[in-house]
């Protein structure tokens, strides 16, 4: 299943328009307004990329996106839904209590943020993981915020560090929340029993 996904940021009077081509829910390529230029984010999408790279009017007709579009809805909807920002709140946890070298899920739960237009990427050892990432989709939180849960797939290695970053309009630079791969014997007991509480929210967004 083949989607694109489009999205506008403001940051202080300035646009930066994302376009995210995705298939079977892992983003392959993407156009970013600040970079000027298709990026292949897997090698699925590099023939595209350096493809659409070639083509002046492709280019062209992207680079004008932020003043065209995404300019335009910031001022019509401008002092009322555009302009309210709430800041994200981030939690990483793995989905189930094991043993290091073992395969297991570490998830980002991502809540209380508006807009619902949101970037959540994962790093291993400082590397931007794409392989291995799934996301649910956006769930409402019934106050005019949202929540969503971005997964990793994962088999830790001792002293591997893993790290959310969140993107978000709210936000003046992105948050990181990291994640340290230890030994039984020195995690931490605040993790226990988080395994049934991030599942049980998984449910409750693919449902």
């Keep these: ?69 995404c300019r335009h809805n910031y001022e019509l909807g401008g002092p009322m839904t555009l302009q309210r920002r709430v800041q994200p709140k981030v939690n990483v946890s793995p989905s189930k209590k094991g043993p290091l070298q073992h395969h297991n899920l570490l998830v980002c739960h991502v809540t209380d943020f508006y807009p619902g237009s949101i970037q959540v990427r994962w790093f291993l050892n400082g590397q931007e993981e794409t392989a291995g990432v799934v996301s649910t989709n956006l769930i409402r939180n019934g106050d005019w915020t949202f929540q969503i849960l971005v997964m990793l797939e994962m088999t830790p290695q001792q002293g591997d560090v893993y790290i959310c970053q969140v993107e978000h309009t709210s936000l003046d630079s992105p948050v990181t929340v990291e994640w340290k791969a230890q030994s039984d014997s020195a995690r931490s007991k605040t993790l226990t029993g988080a395994g049934g509480f991030v599942l049980g929210l998984i449910i409750c967004g693919v449902g």
Excluded: H
């Excluded at 970013?32 to 230029?37: A, L, T």
């Design 1 to 69: 299943l083949f989607q694109g996904r489009q999205e506008c940021y403001a940051f202080n009077g300035t646009q930066r328009f994302l376009e995210r081509y995705i298939y079977n829910r892992e983003e392959y390529a993407r156009f970013d307004s600040d970079v000027g230029e298709f990026r292949a984010v897997t090698e699925l999408g590099r023939p595209a990329a350096e493809y659409w790279n070639s083509q002046k009017d492709i280019l062209e007709e992207k680079r004008a996106v932020p003043d065209r579009m």
